[in-house]
């Protein structure tokens, strides 16, 4: 599960990119806060995770597989 790595920017409609690529050892949990930055603008939005955010449902653990 991951959070966008893309969003949309508040100010201008850009691509917002993630500022601090994730890896595969990175946790994200609700409540983290990402920073990402606009390609249009260059505005910096700091975006704490919601649950929404994750792909998959919650209660499920797919990488304890
Ligand atoms: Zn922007």
Not at 15 to 25: E, G
Not at 36 to 45: A, K, V
Not at 49 to 56: K, T
Request: aromatic content about 6%; charged content about 25%; glycine content about 8%.
């Amino acid at each position: 599960m991951a959070p966008a790595t893309v969003i949309v920017c508040v100010e201008c409609g850009g691509r917002a990119q993630l500022a601090t690529p994730l890896t595969p050892d990175d946790v994200i949990a609700v409540g983290d806060v990402l920073m990402y930055r606009c390609d249009e603008c260059w505005g910096r939005f700091d975006v704490v995770v919601h649950e929404d955010d994750f792909d998959d449902p919650p209660g499920e653990s797919p990488e304890l597989a």
